[in-house]
């Protein structure tokens, strides 16, 4: 088979390579060329996986993990070049949101997920240890984790439901720093600047100093209001930053703040409605968002 037969669930991008994980029953993983498209390998998890909830390349895009929908919230790692499963254990009876590779070794990751944070070694005798939160975090040893970036030094940053940024070194909580509003759902740590941008249910983007949140003394360097719960976050070389959002938004935003809207959509549940409009390049759509939207086709905007 060539491609996805059901809803593509996940994707991660590194180089020349990209991946995406599927729904289903007997879940397909796919790994492509990020610059034709053309299909390079295929795997197929076993009956039962229902699905897959995140993948990500490692640090040096030789292999790439996956975490699937089963009950078990099984945790795998493939290589990229041949897709061979190469490690398969189970994750957590809760489930898990998001997985992240460590920067410096290339077998070392962390999943996050309901009310757990886990560190993996996937060629190590004990492979996973739990996240250690020590005497006087007792309070927060129960949080939810959405989302997790890596950064140098053997730092993990994970994103919690009460909108703190947890800073994690040798599966050892070191802080956790007060970010948003309301839940963290995205974060990527930019090697260029040494920034962490966190997006929330606050619909904040912000940006953070990340020797200054391995101190716990961190204060937003900068803050974009996308006017939508974020959802994910990319950063481009020349360091602006690819944002999604609830409201089915993908947004460029500049250094400097600025914004530009390249793709808009309608926010909740299906379009009901699609005409055409008065001349060949406008198309006007309704859905249960109770709005009508009318699209500019030639410059591919609303």
């Not at 250690?132 to 030094?153: F, K, L």
């Not at 800073?167 to 040494?194: E, Q, S």
């Not at 001349?279 to 009508?292: I, K, L, P, Y």
């Amino acid at each position: 088979m060539d491609s996805h037969n059901d809803d593509i669930m996940c994707i991660d991008v590194f180089g020349d390579n990209a991946v995406t994980g599927q729904r289903g029953s007997v879940p397909m993983i796919f790994v492509w060329d990020s610059v034709t498209g053309k299909k390079k390998g295929r795997a197929v998890l076993n009956k039962g996986a229902n699905g897959l909830q995140c993948v990500r390349f490692n640090c040096d895009g030789s292999q790439f993990a996956c975490v699937d929908m089963s009950n078990g919230h099984c945790v795998y790692v493939f290589d990229t070049a041949s897709c061979e499963q190469k490690f398969m254990h189970k994750g957590d009876s809760n489930k898990i949101y998001d997985i992240c590779w460590s920067k410096e070794n290339k077998d070392e990751f962390c999943t996050v997920g309901s009310r757990h944070v886990k560190f993996w070694n996937s060629t190590a005798n004990k492979v996973e240890h739990r996240g250690i939160y020590g005497a006087d975090n007792r309070d927060v040893s129960t949080v939810s984790h959405c989302t997790v970036t890596s950064g140098p030094g053997g730092f993990y940053y994970t994103g919690a439901a009460n909108g703190s940024i947890f800073v994690w070194n040798d599966n050892k909580l070191v802080h956790h720093v007060p970010a948003h509003k309301g839940t963290i759902h995205a974060m990527r740590f930019d090697d260029a600047t040494k920034s962490i941008f966190s997006g929330g249910a606050d619909s904040n983007v912000m940006q953070w100093n990340a020797e200054e949140i391995n101190s716990g003394k961190a204060t937003a360097t900068r803050t974009v209001d996308m006017k939508s719960l974020v959802r994910a976050i990319a950063v481009r070389p020349d360091g602006e930053l690819v944002v999604g959002t609830r409201d089915g938004n993908i947004a460029i935003v500049g250094t400097g703040g600025d914004m530009n809207v390249i793709m808009s959509s309608h926010n909740d549940g299906e379009v009901w409605g699609l005409s055409c409009g008065p001349d060949a390049n406008t198309v006007m759509s309704s859905g249960d968002d109770n709005r009508c939207m009318i699209w500019d086709i030639e410059n591919r905007k609303m």
